[in-house]
């Protein structure tokens, strides 16, 4: 079972600053398998970030995602006010199995 | 406009079995592979399991042995069953469409419905 760790765990920031939150893998895992959501409290998650780096339709260009082998990212480049959230990274593995990260909180500092 | 709709008992009793609805409108079920993902109070999302047209399921290893998810074409539902249920179990129940492409070449769950919330309690 391959493990997602996200940090951290919460991240306190002020609108129109930059984001930018890690999740990290215990192997190596196929870019096109990490996906990032973003829930907003009360709400059901939204997918952003497909396949590492894609944005899903409708997902403003300040959200850009990144990385490779066990590494990756998430950067908001100027935080807008609904941007404030949990985020969670999301991998497919060929077990077959899917999981989740504990999430990161973004939080108006 | 794809939606999703859980519907479902909002309490169930200790030992008992948990039954789910998700209901499709805007899609045909057979088209994507279907998805139940859960978030216990406070915490984050687990993945339950997910089903492709009617007979291929897969459910995470460690709710198998309790969990059945199965497919209704002709009112284009797909149902979760979670038997001898806890307090461990209370959460709220997603339902999400799944995109995996061709011989999943990608696994993203792009539509996903507002959720319901179950408690487990006598």
Excluded at chain 1, 13 to 26: F, H
Excluded at chain 1, 52 to 63: E, K, L, M, N, V
Excluded at chain 2, 18 to 27: A, E, K, N, Q, V
Aim: proline share 5%; aromatic share 12%; hydrophobic share 30%.
């Amino acid at each position: 079972e391959i493990v997602l760790t996200q940090s951290p765990g919460t991240l306190s920031l002020s609108p129109g600053e930059r984001a930018s939150l890690s999740c990290g893998a215990s192997q190596n895992v196929n870019r096109n398998y990490l996906a990032w959501y973003q829930q907003i409290p009360g709400q059901a998650p939204r997918l952003l970030i497909k396949a590492t780096s894609s944005r899903a339709t409708g997902i403003p260009d300040r959200f850009s995602g990144s990385g490779s082998g066990t590494d990756f990212t998430l950067t908001i480049s100027r935080l807008e006010r609904e941007d404030f959230a949990v985020y969670y990274c999301q991998l497919y593995d060929r077990s077959p199995e899917i999981t989740f990260g504990g999430g990161t909180k973004v939080e108006i500092k | 406009q794809v939606q999703l709709q859980e519907s479902g008992p909002g309490l169930v009793k200790p030992s008992e079995t948990l039954s789910l609805t998700c209901t499709i409108s805007g899609d045909s079920i057979s088209h994507y592979y279907w998805s139940w993902i859960r978030q216990p109070p406070g915490k984050g999302l687990e993945w339950i399991g997910h089903i492709y047209q009617t007979w291929t399921t897969t459910y995470n290893p460690s709710l198998k042995s309790r969990v059945t998810i199965s497919e209704d074409t002709s009112k284009n539902q797909f149902s979760l069953r979670l038997s001898s249920v806890t307090a461990a179990d209370t959460a709220v129940y997603y339902c999400a469409r799944v995109v995996t492409g061709h011989d999943f070449y990608f696994y993203y769950m792009d539509v996903w419905g507002k959720g319901t919330t179950v408690t487990v309690s006598s």
